[in-house]
Every structure is written in structure tokens, then in C-alpha cells.
């Protein structure tokens, strides 16, 4: 649930760079701007589009046959919309939302308006950019592997009026999974 709450957007433009040193690491770094935007901005001249980077380095510190250990971190900026005079006027709607993994039958999620489901969902969030942090890792022993990541993300807000401060958001989420092969392989 955190993964798909707090991931990149899935349908962007931009280049990425990568490189690996010594058959353990690697690092990769991005800079993108989403094709499609929630608020039905893109493409309005009015606005300027979102600006997004990350950067991810991961090790492995440990890897023989059949143990492997694997440790990474991610970071992530995305600025958002701002009007012509520069001001982030614009609310973002569920910038951050996720739907549960199993439902039932009569749960029906083919409406993109339909909030209602979401076990997270910011609604309406007048910001001017977030930062995402990951934490991920990895351990195989034999038949046996543990895999988690944890996410924090930080939303800088845009007060409404002069009159008010607006106050940051901090969110955060992760999982942790294992598993155990019955056969034995790894």
C-alpha cells in the first residue's frame, strides 16, 4: 500500500542515468515531468508544468550462491503547478491515495472520482513540492527471503491567506515480507 501511496507517477517524460561499479552498486538519477497531471493542467499555457528528480543507490553487500543481501535508498523531489505570477495557487487533489489490495465484489474502483474506497487519501492539499525518502532492503538465506522498504515524505504547504501559516505534512508507510520456498530452492 505505501509502494503504490508514495511512488513516482507512472506516466512520465524526462531522461535517467545509471551506472554500477564493481558488479554491487549502483546508482541511478532522474529527472522527469509527468505526462498526465490529476488537476487537468498539463498542457494549459497558463501553468507551468511539475518538475520532478530522484536519486537511487543501492548495495549489495553480500551475495554467494544462495545468500544475498541487498540494501538501498531512495530520494525524491516533485515541485507542482504554479499560475503565471509564480504562486502555487493550485490544490492538488489525492496526491497521495491508495485502495485497498483485496475488496469485495461490490466495490467498484473503475471511477476515478470514487474516494470513498481509499484507506489514504489526502484530498485537497494547496502545496508547492514534496520530498519522498526510501529505505529498501533485501536478505536470501537458502529457501528463506525477508524484503522490506519504508517511506517518509515531506509536503511543504501554501498558506491560504498571508494571515496564516500553513503547516507542513509528514506521512509515512512500509512493509515487510517473507517468504519460505517448501521445495528448498532459493
Do not use: C
Not at 60 to 82: C, E, I, M
Not at 127 to 155: D, F, H, K
Request: glycine share 10%.
Amino acid at each position: 500500500l505505501a509502494t503504490s501511496a508514495f511512488s513516482t507517477p507512472s506516466q512520465v517524460y524526462g531522461v535517467q542515468l545509471g551506472a554500477s561499479m564493481l558488479d554491487n552498486s549502483m546508482l541511478n538519477v532522474a529527472m522527469y515531468q509527468p505526462s498526465k497531471q490529476e488537476s487537468g493542467n498539463f498542457g494549459n499555457t497558463a501553468h507551468t508544468d511539475r518538475l520532478g528528480g530522484s536519486v537511487r543507490a543501492t548495495f549489495v553487500p553480500v551475495r554467494a550462491d544462495d545468500t544475498v543481501l541487498h540494501l538501498g535508498a531512495v530520494g525524491r523531489y516533485q515541485s507542482v503547478n504554479k499560475n503565471s505570477a509564480g504562486n502555487a495557487a493550485y490544490s492538488q487533489k489525492n496526491l497521495f491515495s491508495t485502495a485497498p489490495e483485496m475488496q469485495s465484489r461490490q466495490v467498484n474502483n473503475n471511477n476515478a472520482t470514487n474516494t470513498g474506497n481509499l484507506l489514504l487519501n489526502t484530498g485537497d492539499l494547496r502545496i508547492a513540492s514534496y520530498n519522498v525518502g526510501t529505505l529498501e532492503a533485501l536478505g536470501i538465506w537458502g529457501p528463506i527471503s525477508v524484503e522490506g522498504e519504508y517511506y517518509r515524505t515531506s509536503v511543504q504547504r501554501v498558506p491560504v491567506s498571508t494571515q496564516k501559516a500553513a503547516n507542513n505534512l509528514r506521512l509515512g508507510g512500509g512493509h515487510l515480507q517473507a517468504a519460505y520456498v517448501l521445495t528448498g530452492e532459493s
